[in-house]
């Protein structure tokens, strides 16, 4: 990769540029299994170079898939950049390179892999089990003109598992298992994760009860993870600046519940993605943007912190195909304060949501939804009843101002290399009806 970057840099300053390069190699294995057996599996790798270019107070952009050494990029990109016009100037080139390892994660699909995912699938005969498993493998570069390029490789594993129970009705359950390695993410759904939603599914297959009468609500992380998707935005510094977050101006307001926290850190040690660095380059480290339910900051790239007159968060992420950096964040992990675990309180009825089935309006803005989802009523004595099909309705913002505890089962949601993570919530800040 980097005599791509080389040639590509030396070129965009020959015609009296200044660039930066950032190349990518993926590569994808997939396996289906259903019922003890490999259905699907299928490799994949792809290629591709962006380039950036700073000359005449304008920035140019331009993306070659696959990825290589083509001068015509540098004629697109500073093409690009005199239709777009004046621009911010070009950043100062960093003089240290930013901080982390160069590899950190490679999981493969290999032959016993599969032998391990298709035993997992064979299942009792009212039960169907599909895993889909997914290793991801990146090696990046990162090289501005007239610095050392950064590298770093990384990769993450993702399992999907769909269960299908038959009964009166069929109960279906989803659920996302994600990690650095191909082991934990198996261990993880062998261990546990594969028999409770066996269990589930058996439940949701039942005739739902007549009407649904409940003390409390328990939001089961996988639900939980989607809504919080709604204020991802309103936490982005660019959101910010142009006027579409309903938090701007309140830093240092509660907006939160007590002991509320939402820290974004792809180095963290449970993060099922590690990256040192963003696609900018700047380091990747904690950004607090709640502390004990008190907004904190924002999210910020180079180019929004830039107007902002402040340093970027290391937030600055591209799509699948090398597209323009977006403000991101790589792992927002939201933590309540209190644990409530995932029973029934002395006495008293539970209405879990367990399943999002789909939004049927939603507002990024003002952070207002209705959605369908499943739900389980628990009862005092034990008891586990399908609640059937009902309508959640709400406002996120609300919502995060209403948490009452967790559940202590966190859960993820991945969006390309963005991923967000939440524990079930006790709330008492939501609609519920069918």
Same mark, same amino acid.
């Given at each position: ?35 003890? @057996? &490999?259905? !699907? %599996?299928? =490799?994949?790798? /792809?290629?591709?170079? *962006? ?6 107070? $304008? ?52 032959? @016993? &892999?599969? !032998? %391990?995912? =298709?035993?997992? /699938?064979?299942?009792? *005969? ?6 889909? $498993? ?301």
């Amino acid at each position: 990769m980097s005599e791509a970057s080389g040639f590509l840099n030396a070129t965009a300053a020959g015609r009296g540029a200044d660039s930066e390069v950032w190349e990518n190699t993926h590569e994808t294995d997939e396996l289906v299994c259903r019922e003890g @057996a &490999v259905e !699907r %599996r299928v =490799a994949a790798t /792809t290629t591709a170079t *962006a380039l950036t270019v700073w000359k005449d107070g $304008a920035e140019g952009y331009a993306v070659h898939i696959p990825g290589g050494a083509d001068a015509a990029l540098v004629d697109t990109a500073l093409a690009v950049g005199r239709a777009l016009g004046s621009a911010a100037p070009a950043p100062a080139r960093p003089t240290t390179p930013a901080a982390g390892p160069r590899l950190l994660a490679q999981p493969r699909l290999d032959e @016993a &892999v599969a !032998r %391990r995912l =298709a035993r997992l /699938t064979a299942g009792p *005969a009212d039960v169907d089990v599909e895993l889909r $498993a997914r290793a991801d493998r990146s090696r990046v570069l990162l090289h501005r003109a007239g610095c050392e390029p950064l590298r770093h490789t990384t990769g993450t594993v993702q399992l999907q598992a769909r269960i299908t129970a038959k009964g009166p009705r069929v109960g279906f359950i989803a659920h996302q298992m994600f990690g650095r390695s191909v082991d934990a993410v198996l261990e993880d759904a062998a261990g546990a994760e594969l028999d409770d939603l066996t269990a589930l599914a058996r439940v949701l297959a039942r005739e739902p009860v007549p009407r649904i009468s409940h003390d409390d609500v328990l939001v089961d992380g996988r639900v939980m993870v989607k809504l919080l998707m709604l204020a991802v935005p309103a936490f982005q510094l660019d959101s910010v600046l142009e006027g579409r977050s309903p938090l701007a101006g309140r830093t240092a307001e509660r907006i939160g519940s007590a002991g509320l926290s939402l820290v974004d850190d792809p180095t963290a040690a449970d993060s099922p993605l590690p990256t040192p660095w963003d696609d900018e380059g700047t380091a990747c480290r904690p950004t607090t943007l709640l502390e004990n339910g008190v907004l904190r900051g924002f999210l910020s790239s180079r180019r929004t912190a830039a107007r902002a007159g402040t340093v970027s968060t290391g937030s600055g992420r591209r799509g699948p195909s090398g597209e323009m950096p977006t403000v991101q964040p790589g792992f927002l992990a939201l933590r309540p304060a209190t644990s409530l675990g995932d029973a029934p309180l002395d006495g008293r009825t539970l209405l879990k949501v367990v399943q999002a089935n789909g939004a049927h309006t939603s507002n990024a803005i003002t952070g207002d939804f209705s959605i369908g989802a499943n739900a389980v009523l628990l009862t005092p004595d034990g008891a586990r009843h399908n609640a059937g099909n009902i309508t959640l309705a709400g406002n996120v913002f609300r919502l995060l101002a209403r948490i009452d505890g967790h559940d202590g089962r966190t859960r993820l949601h991945r969006s390309h290399t963005s991923f967000i993570a939440s524990p079930g919530v006790w709330t008492s800040g939501l609609t519920i009806g069918r």
